[in-house]
């Protein structure tokens, strides 16, 4: 198993609200790559974000995006499981994020919406059972995969 991470923490041009085409599209690339790598090398890949979530930053900060937008098309079907984890808390400081609640917010909006108008199938994990979230995927994880042997007769 591998964890690809948070891809924008490493991009070295602006991100959140000074976030350009540019950055964006070098965090979704990134993304796409890291997502390569990982699934060539291992059987399970969890990813931290999805190449949506570095879209709606891009839509957000700079419009619409043809090119990116059948790329990001393409890409979404590559996941075999989408989990959509809401708001929980007001953004902390550090030292990256924005830690504006209406930027978080509109991030979180635009992300629904983008699910939504492309039909996308995704586990909206319930914001008021947190410590649940875990035994939920895994519970959704183990039985996509099906039984570890066959059933004895």
């Keep these: 198993m591998d964890v690809v991470g948070e891809i924008a923490r490493r ?37 931290d974000r999805s190449v949506l979530d570095n879209f709606v930053y891009m839509l957000i900060s700079t419009g619409k995006q043809p090119l990116f937008e059948k790329t990001v098309d393409a890409w979404m079907s590559t996941y075999d499981l989408l989990v959509r984890v809401p708001i929980v808390s007001k953004p902390s400081i550090d030292g ?3 830690t504006d609640p209406g930027f978080q917010q509109a991030i979180q909006d635009r992300l629904d919406l983008e699910i939504d108008l492309r039909n996308i199938p995704v586990t909206k994990l319930d914001q008021g059972y947190r410590t649940l979230w875990l035994d939920q995927i895994e519970e959704i994880v183990l039985t996509s995969l099906g039984p570890a042997q066959l059933e004895l007769i």
């Design 11 to 47: 991009c070295p041009l602006p991100i959140n609200k000074k976030t350009t085409v540019d950055a964006q599209g070098w965090i979704l690339h990134t993304q796409a790559a890291e997502e390569i790598i990982a699934t060539a090398r291992y059987d399970l890949v969890i990813c």
């Design 96 to 98: 990256l994020r924005s």
